[in-house]
Nanobody, 126 residues
Framework: QVQLVESGGGVVQAGGSLRLSCAAS????????MGWFRRAPGKEREVVSA????????YYAASVKGRFTISRDNAKNTVYLQMNSLKPEDTAVYYC???????????????????WGQGTQVTVSS
């Protein structure tokens, strides 16, 4: 089992920045492919960004490309999501997820992830 804990959410004005962290514990003998998802009120969960276990492969949703950056520190079992130029439409609960595939990939489909965190709220005010 892998436990994931997100942190770093909060309330920020439009144009501001936040950095989310996702710390993994448990069966972390090897690195996992990781993803960030979000769910806004009344909307379906959507992928935001993903990164392979090696950090070489990344994916960004079109809505965040150029504003968000995903990164990871495998020595700390932590994945980050730097969010800049935030917009009110970025308001959502953000979840990190772990994909145990041995294939290095930046999976954009939520069905590819076995482990999920509890989420952290991000609110962007206009």
């Amino acid at each position: 089992q892998v436990q994931l804990v997100e942190s770093g959410g909060g309330v920020v004005q439009a144009g501001g920045s936040l950095r989310l962290s996702c710390a993994a514990s448990g069966r972390t003998a090897r690195a996992y492919n990781m993803g960030w998802f979000r769910r806004a009120p009344g909307k379906e969960r959507e992928v935001v960004s993903a990164i392979s276990w090696s950090g070489v492969i990344t994916y960004y949703a079109a809505s965040v490309k150029g504003r968000f950056t995903i990164s990871r520190d495998n020595a700390k079992n932590t994945v980050y999501l730097q969010m800049n130029s935030l917009k009110p439409e970025d308001t959502a609960v953000y979840y990190c997820a772990a994909d145990s595939s041995s294939i290095a990939r930046a999976e954009r489909n939520s069905y590819g992830y076995e482990y999920w965190g509890q989420g952290t709220q991000v609110t962007v005010s206009s």
